[in-house]
């Protein structure tokens, strides 16, 4: 497909009740907002698209991979806003869906938005209004929650100490959350687990990493019981703060989060064989 020439234009538009920015961007339409796929070394995700000189913090990926959600800090945007990359009119826009969001993750069915204890769901229209998770989730600092195909949900704690933690969805009702069985470090954050909880991956501040935040991963045998904490190495992990991996829907890619301290962070993705070769055999 021919590549026009990018353009960024800056308009107000009404969505609903509100007024929002937009940026507006000429690229390919396609999954993943039209970007060529990623080798074995990580690179920048749509830098002419989603990349600023602010932070491009927690994102999201719908399972039709036809959108991208971003939480967006710096700028015009003071608090972290969550906005919506969409192809629309031959041309991919941003729009603010809030100003103020927790941390995005989108259920394996697409139909659910969760927000840390709070979510949205998917309607005709777009999305409904941020909802609670209700007892006994509101009881924790939640920054990142994420759930299986099944419903099962893992999530952190804003603690020093706070260990990840899961609670399933049993005969019409959701379990008490218990932490989870995996040595880990000092700081573990954002998990996300697999569809099919085959795996989970996390990142943690603990000693012996690469930088001031590592990415790490557990796959679980076949006993039920979770494997040893795995370094992603320094393929992934850099000097610097990796945080935030999940596997795309369709499980080709790895996407992170790099931040370089401040206010300035960028998503890279690179191909999910990375994560499938540390499997143990």
């Known amino acids: 497909m021919k590549r026009i020439s ?3 234009l800056f308009s107000l538009v009404v969505l609903g009740c509100g007024v929002y920015s937009q940026r507006v961007s000429s690229v ?4 993943y907002l039209g970007q060529k796929p990623p080798g074995s070394t990580p690179e920048l995700f749509a830098p002419d698209i989603i990349q600023t000189e602010y932070r491009e913090g927690a994102y999201a990926i719908p399972p039709q991979l036809d959108e991208f959600y971003i939480r967006r800090r710096g700028g015009e945007h003071k ?9 629309k009119s031959n041309q991919w826009i941003e729009s603010v869906i809030s100003p103020k969001s927790g941390e995005p993750f989108i259920s394996p069915d697409g139909k659910v938005m969760h927000l840390g204890k709070k979510y949205r769901e998917r309607t005709d229209t777009g999305w409904s209004d941020v909802k609670s998770l209700g007892a006994p989730f509101e009881d924790y600092r939640i920054m990142r929650l994420t759930a299986s195909s099944s419903g099962t949900y893992y999530f952190d704690e804003a603690s020093k100490s706070g260990p990840i933690r899961y609670s399933r969805f049993i ?3 959701r379990e008490a959350p218990k932490a989870i069985d995996i040595k880990m470090g000092d700081w ?6 697999a569809p099919d909880e085959s795996y989970l991956i996390w990142d943690d501040q603990g000693e012996g990493g690469y930088g001031s935040s590592d990415l790490y991963i557990s796959f679980r045998k076949d006993d039920g019981s979770w ?3 795995i370094n992603l190495g320094d393929k992934i992990n850099s000097e610097f703060e990796d945080a935030y991996g999940s596997v795309s829907p369709d499980g080709k890619y790895f996407f992170f989060l790099r931040s370089y301290g401040g206010n300035k962070a960028d998503i890279y993705w690179v191909d999910a064989q990375v994560i499938k070769a540390l499997k143990p055999i």
């Open 28 to 31: 390919p339409e396609g999954p």
């Open 6 to 8: 990018i353009v960024f």
């Open 188 to 193: 573990n954050a954002h998990p996300f687990i």
């Open 227 to 229: 494997g040893a904490a």
């Open 79 to 87: 608090s972290n806003t969550l906005v919506v990359v969409q192809y």
């Open 171 to 173: 005969d019409g009702k």
